[in-house]
């Protein structure tokens, strides 16, 4: 078996680790801060969704808090126990996240429908409504830096986090819409709730579209079939390559490992096929998507 030693690029890890800690770290100060004004305004106007939806802004820094301590830990490097690094954290957390975003949005979906047919008794005043709005564009502006860092790093954690802004951007809306509602017209109290349940639904898709992937991670699931033809092809036209099989791959986090067969010509040297399966892996690593390491084993061609 051929295992080139070319040396990776040192990977930004650290820096990307401490980047997320950094981003998240905003996060939680807006979480907490934001809690605050919403519990405070919320008894002002009179205002029990606000109130309620102060909580929901203050249990999103459980998941900040999760991913600021996770960090450091999912970009430590390989060591003995954990020869492929240990990105898997990432995934787990990435995990609990969509899990903690999925719990968001059933009780937000339990809290609609079991108060649907319940008539608030007082009309809560335009704080309340001012506050919702504040929250609204704050937490849309955090969940889209949080996400343009998540896609720029490849951080699946940061990523999922951001939908914890959003989520919280969401459940006020229905609290604008009551207050907005309630002095319209007193009689369109159901709105809130009606908004409220469509907000749950978009945070459970939210939930799932994050969860569904991790999983497939954590059941070790390769690439697609799509995704692995294009890394055959890479190889089998790599110059050399009389053939390819056996390619197999496995996501640790936001990286790729790949490992496969190449068959060369029978009469070369063993350098020779050495350097066949350098350029192999190389090619991987420049073209290939995602691809961190690539293991070579060469076999002999036969007609």
Partial sequence: MTQTNDAHPETTARNAARTVRWVTLWGLGANLVLAAIKFV?????????????????????????????GAPFWAAPADADHPYGHGRIETMVTVFIGAALALV?????YNALATLAAEDKSTPGWLAFVVA???????????????????????????????????????SVPVAVAVLGSHVQPAWTFLDHVAALL??????QAAWRIVAPAMQQLSDAGVT??????LDVLVRETRGVRSAHGLRTRRLGPDLYVDLHVLVDP???????????????????????????????IEPFEE
């Fill in 133 to 171: 709005c504040v929250s609204i564009v704050l937490k849309e502006g955090l969940y889209r830096w949080t996400a343009r860092v998540g896609r720029r790093l490849r951080s699946s954690a940061l990523a999922a986090n951001a939908w914890h802004h959003r989520s919280d951007a969401f459940s």
């Fill in 225 to 230: 079939e799509a995704e692995r033809t294009a």
């Fill in 105 to 109: 949005g059933l009780g937000l979906a």
């Fill in 41 to 69: 305004a919320g008894v002002a106007a009179h205002s029990q969704a606000l109130i309620a939806d102060a909580f929901h802004s203050l249990s999103d820094s459980a998941t900040d808090i999760v991913v600021i301590i």
């Fill in 199 to 204: 907000v749950a639904v978009m945070i459970l």
């Fill in 267 to 297: 009469s070369l040297t063993v350098h020779e096929g050495h350097e066949i399966a350098r350029a192999v892996k190389r090619r991987l690593l420049r073209e290939g998507e995602d691809v961190v390491d690539v293991l070579v084993h």
